[in-house]
């Protein structure tokens, strides 16, 4: 920010800043979301962050595609990303893992439980996403 001087010896120096931009913003609101668990806050603002760097293909059937393929990073809008903005995009996905881990316990292996199977694959792809904007 720049100092701005007062308009006389009665007034002080004023600082402005610039304001935060709105990603970060969110991902703040975000976080406290999840802190104060208020999970249905924390996914909406956290879609709003991570749709902006992310790009989802439609979900073909699995006979088809691997699930993890279906979503992937943004990178040519990752690179051109302030990096405080970008360590706040690690944080965003993994709290969008987080709030797709709660799938209980690991199902009777002898039944079908495929849903499961693919949140599972989704949830760490998200992590393996947020290692590789770590190490950007």
């Not at 976080?31 to 979900?59: E, H, S, W």
């Not at 209980?104 to 792809?125: C, E, F, H, N």
Request: charged share 15%; hydrophobic share 45%; proline share 9%.
């Amino acid at each position: 920010g720049t100092m701005i001087q007062g308009l006389g010896e009665s007034t002080k120096q004023i600082g402005t800043f610039n304001p935060l931009p709105i990603r970060l913003c969110r991902s703040y609101i975000c976080t406290m979301a999840m802190r104060l668990k208020v999970p249905t806050i924390a996914k909406t603002v956290n879609d709003l962050v991570c749709d902006y760097f992310l790009v989802q293909t439609p979900g073909e059937p699995l006979w088809v595609a691997n699930p993890m393929d279906c979503i992937n990073l943004n990178w040519p809008i990752v690179k051109q990303t302030p990096l405080p903005i970008l360590r706040s995009l690690v944080q965003m996905l993994y709290v969008a893992a987080e709030l797709q881990s709660n799938l209980g316990d690991i199902p009777d292996p002898s039944k079908p439980y495929i849903d499961q199977q693919v949140a599972r694959l989704r949830m760490t792809k998200r992590i393996i996403m947020a290692m590789e904007v770590a190490a950007y």
